[in-house]
């Protein structure tokens, strides 16, 4: 270790005990390094840690979304259903975090203020919001890509004499809906798995929507004794399936187009898939529907008939049905018996886009042609994704230079984890990256910074950062990918978009579209280079 090393705290600072933060810790200390774990909440877990409300659960299948590095680990923990719900992912969380004894090296209720690069000695300044200083040569970020949760732009929300709160930030105390009145405003992801579980116990719920959604039956199922068995013996199969295929799911678009088979056939191939438990639907289609309008617009017919077919009243259905974007173009969210929730007596949709929110009062929610009283007032308005995480922590790197400012206009990376002037900072799952099923994504990403950070500390490399040429060439890379994909054309989390946030109302490529294993190939030939595109030194 060098004097410049030993000068600062830790050879590694690490932002966020998420599953990418509890995994980095790992691989750092199997390193011999000196690692810090800085995370704001009382516990591991990041998502499932913040994200307790109602309802939330996978769409990934629960045992291919677990982490794959330990084979006791996978012999020893039994998943009860295909789809986890949060407590109990929460649980296999802290069982991690117990099984490795990562606590010790974790400091909780300690969110991060602001990160300052020191170009004199080639370390990291990291000061918490209570004014304490860590200093180490390496900073790794694990903020998630939805983790910084948007409030709307309402008047009045703090007037609200009711309970009220945001999804992603949900009380760890039970919240009780019986005999109440209920409103959720939102209905992407999260907003439909809580209101297909509000709608169960509350006296009535009413349910603003401003841009519907497509949404698939997730069908889920209890995992028996002998089927966890069956499962566990075909992990070796089911993870090398998953760095395999386009987005690390086990599903995958089928090697056809829409129209190259009859109309009957992809009729019938369609009904088996809304039929089939998760992504299928929209991960395992036709390799075209994301690509070509007719496919897709075929495709958004059927999802649309069967939304008629499943909500009585055909005036809701139809507020149901997205006229402004198809099937799949947004992210999908996964239900069990949403649609139903609508031929409920106790629930009611107001589609705010024909009746405006004028302003949340002391009582309720007033809109443009009515006033409604609430006992609860639930926020699913989602997140400042992918580079919010990064814009709510003062970054700063050679001369000073925010990173807030640089990634105006969009994310600027190299590979997704790397940004020329901030040296020694590495990124997990951060922007232009392949996201898909996300423990896979973050064990790749993980091994290979922890590679970066072996092969810099071996070296005695001071400093290490991509040249600006390479991260143009990447960003560029990532942004042409996105041409011709249906997706780019609609406003979304994953195009940037966010109504709630000041700059945040353009359309940027903020993530990897091309396929999980091509990402890790370009990563992996960078590192058998010998990180030749690094400005090592």
Sequence with gaps: MTDLQQSAQYDAIVIGAGMSGMYQLYRLRELGLRVKVLEAGTGVGGTWYWNRYPGARFDSESYSYQFSFSKD???????????????????????????????????????????????????????????????????????GPLSAPTMPTIPGVETFQGQSCHTAR????????????????????????????VSKTAKHLTVFQRTPNWCAPLLNAKIGTEEMEKI????????????????????????????????????????????????????????DILTNREANAELSAFVANKIRQRVKDQTVAEKLIPKNHGFGTRRVPM?????????????????????????????????????????IIIYATGFDAITGSFDRIDIRGVDGARLKDRWKHGPETYLGMTVDGFPNMMMLVGPHMALGNIPRTIEFNVEWVSDLVKYATDHNLQRIEPTP???????????????????????????????????????????????????????NEVAARGYQEMAVG
């Design 232 to 287: 566990r013996a075909g992990y070796d199969a089911l993870f090398q399936r998953c760095m395999e295929t386009f987005s690390c799911f086990i599903h995958t678009a089928v090697p056809r187009g829409t129209f190259e088979v009859t109309l009957e056939e992809r009729q019938a191939f369609w009904e088996e898939l809304y039929a089939s438990p998760g992504f299928g639907i929209w991960l395992g289609n036709f390799n």
């Design 469 to 523: 040429a390479d991260v143009q060439a990447w960003t560029d890379h990532v942004k042409s990918l996105g041409e011709g994909n249906l997706m780019f054309e609609v406003n979304s989390w994953m195009t940037g978009w966010n109504s709630n946030v000041e700059g945040k109302q353009v359309r940027i490529i903020n993530r990897y579209s091309g396929s999980a294993p091509d990402w890790r190939a370009k990563c």
């Design 335 to 375: 239900e069990t018996k949403y649609y139903e929730c609508y031929n409920q007596d106790n629930v009611k949709l107001v589609d705010i886009s024909e009746t405006p929110i004028e302003r949340i009062t002391p009582t309720g929610i007033k809109t443009s042609d009515a006033e409604y009283a609430f006992d």
């Design 170 to 197: 949900w009380p760890h105390e039970p919240v009780s809906f019986e005999g109440k009145r209920v409103a959720v405003i939102g209905t992407g992801a999260t907003g439909v798995q809580t209101i297909q579980e």
């Design 73 to 143: 680990l996978l012999n020893e923990w039994d998943w009860s259903e295909h789809f986890s719900g949060q407590p109990e992912t929460l649980r296999y969380l802290n069982h991690v975090a117990d099984k490795f004894d990562l606590r010790k090296d974790i400091q909780f209720r300690s969110r991060v203020k602001s990160a300052y690069y020191q170009e004199a000695t080639n370390t990291w300044d990291v000061t918490l919001e209570d004014g304490s200083i860590f200093t180490s040569h390496f900073l790794i970020t694990a903020v």
